[in-house]
């Protein structure tokens, strides 16, 4: 009995290995046709049997995976990006305005128009007031605010870079006990390497809820890190805008909230496809002060 669950624990680790590849593969071509075929094909597995594993992990299908994922960030654009019509994020997304609308409104219980004027989202405590915070400076050009943050950007043309990472699904809030330990086994794993620590975030709390956004702790691979069969992906390099941080971690979404839906509409910016991620000066241990680039993906 005790080598037959040995044996399931590996396959079961095996398993979460191989859907986290899939993912990252859904999340770089999230706005490209996309099929079951070509991501059971991307993890060198059969259909039926891949479609099996994603579900028992995920516990819903690859198309409905997709259709989520690409939902969300239609919401995401509409709240933050209000320079953008229904049709460009329909377009984006790889829909007709139509299909986008009837998809949507199958998600959020109501149409996309009806939500970029009142959201409907998962009530986490504050939701309402962010929300009411960002369509007021959204509406009323917040000068000050956009003199302070224009001093703290850059436009820049990064390189592509490859990571082993630790994946965290739950409640940003807990990230920097999360951060603490993962920097700690990589300083004992890699003595002496010199690590470069990158994050990268996928979700917004008040559109995919607060217990589900999904996060990766990320070394940047060297000759003098050996991957192994760790988790590994690729940050694709492009152009940039990159915001220098320097404070808390309980400053951090604030910050995003106000660098993605008020600065970067009021000064007529669109974030392109790729990785919003986060270039780390300092190890974030201790997490009470961070020194960081947040790197937003930008169209030139």
Not at 40 to 59: E, I, L, M
Request: hydrophobic fraction near 35%; include cysteine.
């Amino acid at each position: 009995m005790l080598e037959k669950e040995v044996d399931q624990g590996i396959m079961n680790r095996t398993h979460i290995t191989i859907v986290n590849q899939a993912v990252d593969f859904i999340v770089d071509h999230l706005f490209d046709p996309l099929s079951v075929d070509m991501i059971a094909d991307h993890c060198c597995f059969s259909r039926h049997y891949f479609n099996r594993v994603f579900k028992s992990v995920t516990r819903e299908s690859i198309y409905g995976c997709i259709r989520r994922l690409r939902i969300e960030t239609g919401a995401f654009k509409l709240i933050k990006f209000p320079h953008l019509t229904i049709t460009q994020i329909a377009a984006e997304l790889g829909y007709s305005s139509s299909n986008f609308s009837v998809l949507f409104k199958t998600h959020f219980g109501i149409s996309p128009s009806r939500f970029r004027s009142n959201p409907v989202l998962p009530r986490n405590p504050g939701t309402q007031k962010i929300l009411d915070r960002i369509k007021t400076l959204q509406e009323n050009r917040p000068e000050k605010l956009l003199r302070r943050m224009d001093r703290q950007i850059r436009f820049k043309e990064l390189p592509g870079i490859s990571v082993i990472y630790q994946r965290f699904t739950g409640d940003y809030g807990k990230l920097p006990r999360v951060w603490s330990g993962f920097c700690g086994r990589m300083a004992a794993l890699y003595p002496g390497a010199g690590l470069a620590y990158y994050g990268i975030s996928y979700d917004d709390p008040m559109i995919a809820g607060r217990d589900r956004c999904q996060y990766d702790l990320c070394v940047r691979v060297t000759d003098q890190i050996k991957t192994g069969t760790r988790n590994r992906r690729r940050i694709a390099g492009g152009a940039f805008l990159c915001y220098r941080f320097e404070g808390r971690a309980g400053e951090l979404a604030g910050v995003y909230n106000d660098l993605l839906g008020v600065w970067m509409p009021h000064q007529g910016h669109i974030m392109g496809p790729g990785l919003c991620f986060e270039r780390y000066y300092e190890a974030t241990d201790p997490p009470d002060r961070l020194v960081m680039d947040i790197c937003v993906p930008v169209l030139s």
